[in-house]
């Protein structure tokens, strides 16, 4: 068996080092390896206190994933923070990297907790759809209060070294080389009279209307965890410690054997498969630093923002002198809202802007690792950007057009060099939307498929690989999603009920409420393109509004009507009257029953999406509809959904 853990003596002091890459993960090995060690080292008597420290680039970072779905093996976590903070030697935690979940809950067990400055720690279970199962909520309000416990673990973001020592979550922070320093503080700790264990420590109950507020921060519709971690260290506040701990192992594992958590943990593993392809192992992708951008429309300037953000240099390209500046002033706003919402200083909105240039001259591209065409979607448009980037553009330099529609290798037809092509579909708008489908041609070589991954782990995206055809993977789904609530409507299900039961489901919004936001002309004028080809295009409901001058908020109706400056929908007559013939039926539905139909209808396009290769994996498809769709984290997406 591998060995997961070194003791090492220095002086008085000994060091244990957990060595379980890549993240030092708690494997039932580690758990085994701890409480031995509490056992051999309370033993010796030369040794006076332990100081806990991990090997590689973190400190403990939470549960062994591979565990997820395994019962239970002992030793349990909760006994084994037991045993070190019963140990007869004092144990210090030295942290480095990010000290989560489980991790956290080691250190809580320890008598002290000194961190590196670029440390983090932090309870973020929650995220899973559980509740920490190891004495987070018991102990955390013990060490640093009960508003940083519910802070820590109800949001489950991590906190910085220097926040975490003014909360009272650590100790000291380490200038230099923490595991030497973790050992002087030991050796000067064991000089003095220790504080009490983190179970000793008195808590402060709070008064009703705190907790009142809390509640109402906590509630996330859909969601059991974030109610739950709070109730827990509520009654980890008001109750004894023992019973406290048996409280909170008994809720997280109800929570974790719940639909939520299934579903939060199968979109946890499908991120992390995601972002490293196994297709892709081995395969270098080629360096970008220059960033060029076809068009600086809201598409093109939200693509510029992102790669500004991620620290690439930027060159615009747009028609005509007024359509750069148009595109360099739409750019600046977008960084100037940044700025206002504390996500970017002033001074770094004006390093971001010196590292942008706009032209409509298109030899400045001629440096570029990288070119993004985000022009109109327009066949004809398109083949002609790309004709004039054959001319200008390095051999070497990777192309890609950011088309939500089109045949890519329409696009790129006749183009010199077609390894270098790549469909890179981002969604808008694309400084904030997370998804980004890749869309390989088939001459598309491995290093520029690898960059194309890279590229979005640099720009914070969520890559997903689609095949070629009408609509990709996302907006495929969404056209059968709309069709199957067109259906409904047929049928004689009313449309706000629809709306309604889609966001009780979890969605943000119903289909017909995100197409007014949108506008419904964007797929009639899709859905005309195409019957000008020749296709026989059936008329749709929306197609009966946008023809009555209905195209959604932007008009003051759509499948709703709106009321100047007021975007709360309100049910329209005259949408009744426009669609009274296409209207068959009296169809009453429950809200389930219409949500069990129209994910069953995004589903069973996945399958279809699946026999034709055009997603690789089930779990792909779940990606794009949670990143790019709005669908419910915690339902896992259509797929999982589906599957029961």
């Given at each position: 068996?591998?060995?997961?853990?070194?003791?090492?003596?220095?002086?008085?002091?000994?060091?244990?080092?957990?060595?379980?890459?890549?993240?030092?993960?708690?494997s039932n090995a580690v758990r085994g390896a701890?409480?031995?060690?509490?056992?051999?080292?309370?033993?010796?008597?030369?040794?006076?206190?332990?100081?806990?420290?991990?090997?590689?680039?973190?400190?403990?970072?939470?549960?062994?994933?591979?565990?997820?779905?395994?019962?239970?093996?002992?030793?349990?976590?909760?006994?084994?923070?037991?045993?070190?903070?019963?140990?007869?030697?004092?144990?210090?935690?030295?942290?480095?990297?990010?000290?989560?979940?489980?991790?956290?809950?080691?250190?809580?067990?320890?008598?002290?907790?000194?961190?590196?400055?670029?440390?983090?720690?932090?309870?973020?279970?929650?995220?899973?759809?559980?509740?920490?199962?190891?004495?987070?909520?018991?102990r955390t309000p013990r060490l640093a209060g009960?508003?940083?416990?519910?802070?820590?673990?109800?949001?489950?973001?991590?906190?910085?070294?220097?926040?975490?020592?003014?909360?009272?979550?650590?100790?000291?922070?380490?200038?230099?080389?923490?595991?030497?320093?973790?050992?002087?503080?030991?050796?000067?700790?064991?000089?003095?009279?220790?504080?009490?264990?983190?179970?000793?420590?008195?808590?402060?109950?709070?008064?009703?209307?705190?907790?009142?507020?809390?509640?109402?921060?906590?509630?996330?519709?859909?969601?059991?965890?974030?109610?739950?971690?709070?109730?827990?260290?509520?009654?980890?506040?008001?109750?004894?410690?023992?019973?406290?701990?048996?409280?909170?192992?008994?809720?997280?594992?109800?929570?974790?054997?719940?639909?939520?958590?299934?579903?939060?943990?199968?979109?946890?593993?499908?991120?992390?498969?995601?972002?490293?392809?196994?297709?892709?192992?081995?395969?270098?992708?080629?360096?970008?630093?220059?960033?060029?951008?076809?068009?600086?429309?809201?598409?093109?300037?939200?693509?510029?923002?992102?790669?500004?953000?991620?620290?690439?240099?930027?060159?615009?390209?747009?028609?005509?002198?007024?359509?750069?500046?148009?595109?360099?002033?739409?750019?600046?706003?977008?960084?100037?809202?940044?700025?206002?919402?504390?996500?970017?200083?002033?001074?770094?909105?004006?390093?971001?802007?010196?590292?942008?240039?706009?032209?409509?001259?298109?030899?400045?591209?001629?440096?570029?690792?990288?070119?993004?065409?985000?022009?109109?979607?327009?066949?004809?448009?398109?083949?002609?950007?790309?004709?004039?980037?054959?001319?200008?553009?390095?051999?070497?330099?990777?192309?890609?057009?950011?088309?939500?529609?089109?045949?890519?290798?329409?696009?790129?037809?006749?183009?010199?060099?077609?390894?270098?092509?790549?469909?890179?579909?981002?969604?808008?708008?694309?400084?904030?939307?997370?998804?980004?489908?890749?869309?390989?041609?088939?001459?598309?070589?491995?290093?520029?498929?690898?960059?194309?991954?890279?590229?979005?782990?640099?720009?914070?995206?969520?890559?997903?690989?689609?095949?070629?055809?009408?609509?990709?993977?996302?907006?495929?789904?969404?056209?059968?999603?709309?069709?199957?609530?067109?259906?409904?409507?047929?049928?004689?299900?009313?449309?706000?009920?629809?709306?309604?039961?889609?966001?009780?489901?979890?969605?943000?919004?119903?289909?017909?409420?995100?197409?007014?936001?949108?506008?419904?002309?964007?797929?009639?004028?899709?859905?005309?393109?195409?019957?000008?080809?020749?296709?026989?295009?059936?008329?749709?409901?929306?197609?009966?509004?946008?023809?009555?001058?209905?195209?959604?908020?932007?008009?003051?109706?759509?499948?709703?009507?709106y009321e100047p400056g007021n975007r709360k929908?309100?049910?329209?007559?005259?949408?009744?009257?426009?669609?009274?013939?296409?209207?068959?039926?009296?169809?009453?539905?429950?809200?389930?029953?219409?949500?069990?139909?129209?994910?069953?209808?995004?589903?069973?396009?996945?399958?279809?999406?699946?026999?034709?290769?055009?997603?690789?994996?089930?779990?792909?498809?779940?990606?794009?509809?949670?990143?790019?769709?709005?669908?419910?984290?915690?339902?896992?997406?259509?797929?999982?959904?589906?599957?029961?």
């Amino acid at each position: 068996m591998k060995t997961v853990m070194t003791i090492e003596h220095r002086g008085a002091i000994a060091v244990v080092t957990i060595d379980n890459p890549p993240v030092n993960a708690l494997s039932n090995a580690v758990r085994g390896a701890l409480v031995e060690a509490v056992e051999t080292l309370d033993a010796d008597d030369a040794v006076k206190a332990v100081v806990i420290a991990c090997a590689g680039r973190t400190f403990i970072a939470g549960a062994d994933v591979r565990e997820f779905n395994l019962p239970p093996q002992e030793p349990l976590l909760p006994d084994v923070v037991a045993a070190i903070e019963d140990a007869k030697k004092p144990w210090v935690a030295a942290i480095h990297g990010s000290a989560l979940g489980g991790g956290f809950e080691v250190a809580l067990g320890c008598r002290f907790r000194i961190a590196d400055a670029k440390a983090s720690v932090g309870l973020p279970e929650v995220t899973l759809g559980l509740i920490p199962g190891a004495s987070g909520t018991v102990r955390t309000p013990r060490l640093a209060g009960v508003e940083t416990a519910v802070k820590l673990a109800v949001s489950g973001r991590p906190m910085k070294a220097k926040a975490a020592l003014e909360a009272g979550l650590v100790d000291a922070i380490a200038d230099g080389d923490l595991v030497e320093e973790a050992v002087v503080f030991a050796e000067q700790a064991v000089e003095k009279p220790l504080p009490p264990k983190t179970r000793e420590r008195p808590v402060t109950a709070l008064a009703e209307d705190f907790w009142a507020a809390a509640e109402k921060d906590a509630a996330k519709p859909g969601y059991r965890a974030p109610l739950e971690v709070l109730a827990s260290i509520r009654f980890a506040v008001e109750n004894p410690f023992d019973a406290a701990m048996e409280h909170e192992r008994k809720i997280f594992l109800e929570l974790r054997a719940s639909k939520e958590a299934a579903a939060l943990r199968h979109v946890f593993f499908a991120e992390r498969a995601a972002a490293r392809p196994e297709s892709l192992k081995g395969i270098e992708p080629l360096a970008i630093s220059a960033v060029g951008v076809i068009g600086g429309g809201t598409m093109g300037a939200g693509i510029a923002v992102a790669a500004l953000n991620a620290g690439f240099s930027v060159t615009l390209i747009e028609r005509d002198e007024e359509a750069v500046a148009r595109g360099i002033r739409t750019i600046d706003g977008i960084l100037a809202g940044s700025v206002k919402r504390g996500k970017l200083t002033e001074a770094g909105r004006v390093e971001l802007m010196a590292s942008l240039g706009g032209t409509t001259e298109y030899r400045a591209l001629g440096d570029c690792d990288l070119v993004i065409e985000a022009v109109f979607e327009e066949i004809s448009v398109k083949r002609a950007v790309f004709e004039k980037l054959g001319q200008v553009c390095r051999a070497d330099a990777v192309l890609a057009t950011n088309t939500s529609y089109l045949d890519p290798r329409l696009i790129a037809e006749g183009l010199a060099n077609p390894e270098r092509f790549i469909g890179l579909h981002f969604f808008s708008p694309a400084h904030v939307m997370k998804l980004l489908e890749i869309v390989p041609v088939p001459q598309t070589s491995g290093a520029v498929l690898a960059t194309a991954f890279a590229l979005a782990k640099t720009l914070g995206k969520m890559p997903v690989r689609a095949g070629i055809c009408e609509g990709f993977i996302g907006n495929r789904i969404l056209k059968r999603y709309r069709a199957a609530a067109e259906e409904l409507v047929e049928q004689g299900v009313a449309i706000a009920d629809i709306d309604a039961a889609m966001r009780g489901y979890g969605f943000k919004m119903g289909p017909f409420e995100a197409q007014d936001l949108g506008g419904l002309d964007i797929a009639f004028l899709q859905r005309e393109g195409a019957r000008a080809t020749g296709e026989a295009v059936p008329e749709t409901l929306g197609d009966i509004l946008v023809r009555a001058g209905r195209k959604g908020q932007k008009t003051g109706g759509g499948w709703y009507d709106y009321e100047p400056g007021n975007r709360k929908p309100i049910v329209s007559e005259q949408v009744t009257d426009l669609l009274r013939d296409r209207i068959d039926g009296d169809t009453s539905l429950t809200a389930e029953e219409i949500a069990e139909r129209l994910v069953g209808a995004m589903a069973d396009e996945g399958r279809a999406i699946l026999a034709e290769g055009i997603a690789e994996k089930p779990a792909d498809i779940d990606l794009v509809e949670i990143h790019g769709y709005g669908f419910p984290r915690h339902k896992g997406g259509p797929m999982f959904a589906s599957e029961g």
